[in-house]
Structure formats: C-alpha cells, structure tokens
C-alpha cells in the first residue's frame, strides 16, 4: 500500500494509460478522482475504483480550457479532502502533417492541450499540493521527445516544450514540497497500436506479427509494454520511494532508447 491515505487526480481518462494509472493508484491505496470529457467513462472507471475499495471521484474538464481546470480541481479537493498527487495525462495526437503542409491553428491547438492544459492542471493544483508537504506531479510525455519522425511536428513541439517546463516547476516548486517528475514511454501496446500495426501490415503487404516483431525488436527488452506495466513508474513517483526524486524522466520504453 504505497500510497494509503494519499488522493490523487489522472487526466485524461480512456481506456489505456489513465485507466491504468488510476486502478494502480487504488490497488496502493489511493482514492482517485478521474478526468476526462465523457462522463459515461469515467463512471465506468469508477465503479473499477470503488470495487478496490478506494473512493473515486469522476469530473467532466476540458483541459484546454483553464478555468475549467482550476473548478474541476477545486471540486476534488472539496469532494475528497485533499490531493497529494496530479497525473497530467491527457494529451491530442497532433495533425500528422509535415511542417509546410501543417495549419499552425492545429499546432496551437495540441500546445493548447500537451502544454497549457497540463500547465493549468498544475498551477491550479499547486496549493493543495503544497498544504500536504510531500506533493507530486507527474507528466506523461512520450519518446518522440527523443526519437524525432516526420509528420509529428506539433506533437514533438508540445512535449518538448513540457519536458523542459518540468525541470522549471521542479526547480520552482521544491520550496513547496513538490516533486515534479516525466514519464516517456515508447510504443504503449495496446488498442491503438494493434490498429496501427494493423494498419502498417495492410499498406506494406505483410502480417500483423511481422510489424509487431520489426518494431519490437529495436527495442533492449524485444517487446512492448502495456500501459499496466507502464503505470507502475507512475506509482514510484507518487510514493516515498521517489521523495529525493525531482526534475527528472524516466524512459519507460523496454529499451526502445537511452537518455543522453
């Protein structure tokens, strides 16, 4: 129970790496208030929570709207007492167009989400996180920070640009107690993957399996994780094992890269 007595907030909920994090949170003890734009989701994830024995709490939010963020924070802390710990998940994909074909109106909108949004999250959550004296953030960023393909560009800028803003808040936010780590998966197997591979398999002429162990095998390990596994770095960075923990990324990736 590495996390008993603690609330925690995940945005972004759907069915892969928020669903994940938010049920390993429960399993360690921790009561979980869920984020996200469908209601009917996040009730569904709930009822998951409540079955652990954990208490859960859905908010509707549109995290590119801040003053949204900062009511839909201000609710968990007056539903369930307090937060000690702020997942900022939620994130848009990008338009998938190179640069000289890219509207910089789409750009703005991924930054709007991957940055601000998750900026608004964080300064609306910073003086419940203080009031605990242990408080933790933690941002899922992703290894195109690292592993730069085309047609990401906007993708790429949003994350870059929350990557290097976690080493400001951790900088900034350490008077205050509060840890500020990154998470950067690689592939994250699971739905969306499958269909991509499937995707991938159909316009190249080959199986499924055949992409699957093309992409895997660039990786240390020879697979890739689930966001089940992926989750558990999220609950080191929530727990007192990361306490002397800040400003800092964890590639969680099988290997897929190094950092430096």
């Known amino acids: 129970m590495l996390l008993e007595g603690k609330v925690a907030i995940v945005s972004g909920i759907g069915p892969g790496m928020g669903r994940d994090i938010s049920l390993a949170f429960a399993r360690e003890g ?5 984020g996200g734009r469908t209601l009917a989701k ?15 709490y859905p908010v509707v939010c549109d995290i590119a709207d801040e003053a949204a963020c900062t009511a839909a924070v201000d609710q968990v802390a007056s539903e369930l007492g307090r937060i000690d710990i702020l997942v900022n998940n939620a994130y848009d994909g990008g338009d998938g167009k190179t640069f000289m074909d890219a509207d910089f109106d789409d750009w703005r909108r991924t930054m709007e989400v991957n ?3 998750s900026l608004a999250m964080t300064r609306a959550s910073v ?5 605990t004296g242990d408080g933790r953030v933690i941002m899922i ?4 920070v690292q592993r730069i393909q085309p047609k990401w560009g906007s993708y790429v800028a949003s994350k870059n640009a929350l ?13 205050k107690g509060i840890r500020v780590n990154g998470i950067h998966p690689g592939y994250i197997y699971g739905d969306s993957v499958e269909w991509y591979f499937n995707h991938l398999a159909e316009k190249r002429g080959i199986s499924f399996q055949e992409v699957y162990d093309e992409v895997a095998s660039e990786t240390c390990l020879g697979y890739l994780p689930h966001s089940e596994e992926i989750a558990g770095t999220a609950v080191y960075f929530a727990s ?3 306490k002397p923990v800040t ?11 190094f950092n430096g």
């Open 42 to 56: 996040l009730e569904a994830l709930a009822a998951e929570v409540e079955a652990l024995g954990r208490r859960a």
């Open 115 to 117: 940055l601000f949004g």
């Open 30 to 34: 921790a009561d979980v208030a869920l």
């Open 240 to 242: 007192a094992l990361a």
């Open 127 to 131: 003086p419940h996180l203080e009031a």
């Open 163 to 175: 990557a290097g803003v976690t080493k400001t808040l951790a900088m900034e936010l350490g008077s």
């Open 141 to 144: 960023n992703s290894m195109s």
């Open 247 to 257: 400003g800092q990324m964890i590639g969680v990736n099988a290997g897929h890269w």
